[in-house]
């Protein structure tokens, strides 16, 4: 960026900075503001320890009633359920233009828009009781394939980091009491992934008593080039990190896939691919030998949805090297 340092909203980078090629512009950059701007309450209810009773009756989000099961099969804690509601809300209520929203629902919320949204409102929601670092990750889906992607991670500051027609920019909430709003702070530039060949992150999760030789293998090459062990059980802290530092996640099957592919993976895998980074999906669905790139997966439209929507893998994503690491390891 050859500009001054500065600092401009969000609103404004996103009319100054998205092509006009980019397929209804002004609607998906009024959807992308909803969604962002719903994250702001969600940051002040993870500061208060999720203390929401007044939030919910402001909002006039419904009570759950007993036990609440995701589309996982997993038990859905207050933090999913209240997040979830809170953005849902905010687009349905808004003038966003939706043709689906993939969320923490058993059945995606069909509309009659052009976007598809897939959402995870809280990634790592089991680190709030502890105090740990989560985040909000958003996919926004045209013709079937992923746009433009953000995440929101809330931790001693919050910041969004946002991928769109081929750019990645950092924004920082600014906490101002009266009017709290995502700037781009010029002086940050566009984000740059770190391709190290040595002294990044390694991110590891699954259950390595279960590993294949090839994993357990590719592990001990990261070891010994000195990547640093920094798992934190939450897929968008850990991706952060080693956009600053270089490095990989992963998540080998062990025995099972546990990484959301349309809501977590493809949307993290399309910041990493606009910074030049690479992925590489392991085990979609129950095919865990199955290996393959993120342009061989279903288009995620209104007509698949259903099917779809609940896919999960396992895989590794970040610095491209290191991803070619395990691409060419022969065992």
């Known amino acids: 960026m050859n500009e001054k340092i500065g600092k401009i909203k969000l609103s404004k980078y996103l009319e100054k900075y998205v092509s006009q090629n980019i397929p209804h512009k002004n609607d998906l950059i009024e ?10 309450p969600i940051r002040g209810l993870l500061e ?30 207050h933090e999913d359920v209240l997040t979830h509601s809170i953005i849902l809300k905010a687009l349905q209520e808004g003038d966003a233009d939706f043709a689906f929203i993939a969320s923490e629902e058993a059945e995606p919320v069909l509309g009659n828009g052009k976007f598809g949204i897939t959402i995870d409102p809280v990634d790592g929601s089991s680190n709030v009781a502890v105090n740990r670092t989560v985040g909000t990750i958003v996919g926004i889906y045209y013709e079937g394939r992923i746009l433009s992607s953000f995440y929101i991670l809330y931790g001693i500051f919050t910041n969004l980091i946002l991928a769109i027609d081929k750019k990645v920019s950092e924004f920082i909430l600014d906490l101002t009491p009266y009017s709290p709003t995502f700037y781009h702070y010029v002086f940050h530039g566009w984000l740059s992934l770190p391709d190290r060949e040595e002294g990044g992150i390694r991110a590891m999760g699954g259950d390595y008593t279960h590993w294949s030789r090839k994993c357990r293998n590719y592990k001990q090459l990261l070891i010994e080039n000195h990547f640093k062990d920094r798992y934190s059980g939450s897929f968008v802290s850990d991706f952060h990190a080693i956009l600053y530092y270089g490095g990989i996640y992963s998540y080998f099957p062990s025995p099972k896939s546990r990484i959301r592919l349309y809501y977590e993976w493809v949307p993290l895998a399309f910041i990493a691919r606009s910074l030049g980074g690479d ?33 999960t893998c396992g895989g590794l994503i970040g610095s491209k090297q290191v991803v070619n690491w395990f691409k060419n390891m022969k065992f």
């Open 31 to 40: 959807l992308m503001k909803v969604i962002v701007e719903a994250t702001i």
């Open 279 to 311: 992925f590489l999906i392991i085990g979609e669905g129950t095919q865990l030998d199955e290996t393959k790139n993120i342009e061989d997966i279903e288009p995620l439209a209104r007509e698949t949805i259903h099917r779809n929507h609940a896919i």
């Open 48 to 77: 208060r320890g999720i203390t929401s009773r007044e939030i919910r009756y402001r909002m006039e989000i419904p009570t759950p009633n007993g036990d609440s099961i995701n589309i996982y099969d997993e038990q859905q804690i």
